[in-house]
């Protein structure tokens, strides 16, 4: 049975009809507008504090400890950071400004980039910068970037007084016996501390040895592990009349390790068709304990010698850390040197194996300006190696 509506209602029904009908038109339409300008809308809405987008804004004390990041960073481990009452233009402002002084031969990019780096955690959060006073300043805003609004504040000032902490580097001649005279003399009177290479049959003629003596260098031999190897050697010095005959004895021994100034340390080389002696090493090793040597220890080294080396109480050094650049050629090796000595995260720069040629000494000249602005000095290798106390 149907239901009979008045005509009076049905009117009544169909006007709401049409209001529901426009309700639903707008809110479609508003919809659509806001899915359009949503992101400005809720800009304006962050802007004046309307809603919360959770972001992690910078606070005082963090930028103060972005500033301590990014000096110790840089080595500049003491450089005093001055929170000022007023903003570089003498005005008092409602953000933090900060002070502080930055070594006058950095570059202000070194600062800007570890800076930008050191900050990538925080939200909307910009860095813009600008040098003054023909770049002996450097003014850096931290910005908030959607509402520009000023979070902090930097005045780096370039100053003589601001110094990263000293960092060691030591350089490393492998087959120095294949240097020309010339270029070892020049190498010798830079009066730069460096560590070379020799092996027992390399005998230095007088006047590289003279010089050698007198120099900032420091010896270590590579001694096979093998017998016929040593025979040769000692018919090399029999020859050299270092010694008498070619005995495998302590006597010849310590006479084949006094033809070499400033020997300071040795390491044991194994020929993989070569087999190790094991008495040939306990008399090697004699020999290191009496001249006070240190024992170098290589991945290559005969465990023999490495045990025994520690059970007399030597100085035990580590080179498997050296790093090797001697396939380098003269600009791939001053490359290499100035990525590395950059690195500020670390006080041992390390000990680099370079090939014993004009190439090299030249790629040395050119960084020695950049070590002094990065207050690094130059060490003997054994200086900076690694001391291992246990095997």
Not at 208 to 226: H, V, Y
Not at 244 to 252: K, L, Q, V
Not at 332 to 361: H, P
Request: hydrophobic residues 40%; glycine residues 4%.
């Amino acid at each position: 049975m149907e239901t009979w509506i008045k005509r009076d209602t049905r009117k009544q029904f169909k006007s709401h009809r049409g209001t529901i009908i426009v309700l639903v038109l707008l809110i479609i339409a508003v919809s659509l507008c806001l899915y359009e300008y949503y992101d400005n809308i809720e800009s304006l809405l962050v802007r004046y504090g309307m809603i919360s987008t959770g972001e992690k804004v910078i606070s005082e004390s963090e930028i103060a400890s972005l500033i301590r990041k990014t000096l110790n960073d840089h080595r500049l481990f003491d450089i005093e950071i001055e929170k000022a009452l007023f903003d570089y233009h003498n005005i008092k402002t409602n953000h933090p400004c900060f002070k502080t002084i930055w070594p006058e031969e950095f570059p202000f990019i070194w600062f800007n980039t570890v800076l930008k780096q050191n900050s990538a955690g925080f939200d909307n959060l910009a860095i813009t910068s600008g040098e003054l006073d023909n770049a002996d300043r450097l003014l850096v805003y931290l910005i908030h970037s959607q509402s520009a609004d000023t979070l902090g504040e930097i005045l780096l000032k370039s100053s003589r007084q601001a110094q990263p902490e000293m960092s060691s580097i030591a350089f490393l001649f492998d087959n120095f016996a294949d240097y020309k005279i010339e270029n070892a003399l020049e190498l010798i009177w830079m009066d730069i501390p460096f560590g070379f290479i020799l092996k027992p049959d390399q005998i230095p003629g007088d006047k590289i040895s003279k010089a050698l003596s007198n120099s900032r260098g420091q010896c270590i031999l590579e001694i096979p592990a093998d017998r016929d190897s040593w025979e040769l050697i000692l018919k090399a010095h029999r020859m050299a009349k270092n010694i008498d005959d070619i005995e495998f004895s302590a006597s010849n021994l310590r006479a084949v390790f006094g033809v070499f100034p400033t020997l300071d340390g040795i390491y044991f080389f194994s020929d993989s068709n070569a087999v190790a002696d094991r008495d040939l090493i306990k008399l090697v090793m004699e020999q290191i304990e009496y001249y006070r040597l240190a024992y170098i220890k290589l991945g290559s080294s005969p465990v023999y010698a490495d045990s025994l080396a520690y059970i007399k109480g030597l100085k035990i050094r580590d080179f498997n850390t050296v790093i090797d650049f001697t396939g380098l050629e003269e600009a791939e090796l001053i490359n290499g040197l100035i990525k590395n000595a950059s690195d500020f995260s670390k006080s041992n720069k390390g000990i680099y194996l370079i090939r014993s040629n004009e190439e090299s000494s030249k790629a040395i000249k050119q960084v020695q300006e950049l070590f002094e602005r990065l207050n690094i000095v130059q060490s003997r290798p054994l200086r900076i190696a690694l001391s291992i106390e246990n095997l």
